[in-house]
């Protein structure tokens, strides 16, 4: 019997329905999609933002800023505490960036939790046979072992953070590119993220895609993003293939 996918969302939209059949593998997003990791940004960016004596900011203003990689995350963070129309200088960013690197890679994974429903969601695509791999801006240097601590690692072939390609999401070339990885083809591989830049990435690359609820989406609501579906939680995948 063919496993159809129902795709929820609290938005007013018609239903969708998915036969994982039609997938030979599914590309990954990990901030917002798989873990919740706003207590990460927040604690390294503060640390950085202390050793440049700057004021902290605010977890729910950090939450709108991430999602483009991190040094759109550091120049976001930088901006919100310059004076209005300042730009940081090309120096202060330099040494922003490797104060954060220093903080981010001494706390990775400590203040982030994986999403209810992730590892069920997880293991029901594997368990229908498709190839997954995991695909953020995030740097890989940062991504894998986050996955690993959360014990996400073993789930996929392949983990790409957003310095693994020359450009990052929504630029549909790192999901091109992780197909050429998995071997599958763009239409036959599901995208599963949280944001417009999922969506965007996927709809330039030929995938089709579905997006989490809960995710960040930088601070717009999730359901005016044009994307296939919608889940509540990974786990709805596990209910629907049991």
């Known amino acids: 019997m063919d496993v159809v996918l129902q795709l929820r969302w609290p938005c007013p939209l018609t239903s969708v329905h998915y036969d994982l059949t039609r997938f030979d593998a ?37 939450e709108k800023m991430v999602g483009k990689g991190s040094e759109h995350l550091i120049l976001s963070a930088l901006a919100h505490v310059m004076p209005a129309g300042g730009a940081a200088p090309q120096a202060l960013f330099d040494r922003a960036w490797e104060r954060y690197q220093h903080h981010y890679l001494a706390i990775n994974g400590q203040h982030s939790a994986v999403y209810p429903g992730v590892v069920e969601g997880l293991k029901a695509l594997r368990s229908r046979g498709l190839r997954l ?54 239409a036959r591989t599901l995208m599963i993220g949280d944001s417009s830049n999922d969506a965007k990435a996927a709809r330039a690359a030929g995938c089709p895609v579905v997006l989490v609820t809960y995710g960040y989406n ?25």
């Open 26 to 62: 599914a590309i990954v997003d990990l901030d917002g999609t798989m873990v919740d990791t706003l207590g990460d940004f927040a604690v390294s960016l503060n640390h950085m933002l202390g050793d440049l004596s700057l004021p902290a900011v605010a977890p729910d203003a950090i």
């Open 133 to 186: 791999a995991c695909l953020t801006n995030k740097p890989t240097s940062f991504a894998k072992p986050l996955l690993a601590t959360k014990g996400l690692d073993g789930f996929f072939d392949f983990a790409f953070g957003g310095d693994a390609f020359a450009r990052k999401k929504p630029d549909p070339l790192p999901l091109l590119k992780t197909c050429e990885a998995l071997g599958t083809a763009p």
């Open 218 to 242: 930088h601070g717009e609501p999730i359901c005016g993003v044009d994307a296939d579906g919608f889940l509540d939680s990974l786990a709805e995948i596990h209910r629907a293939a049991s």
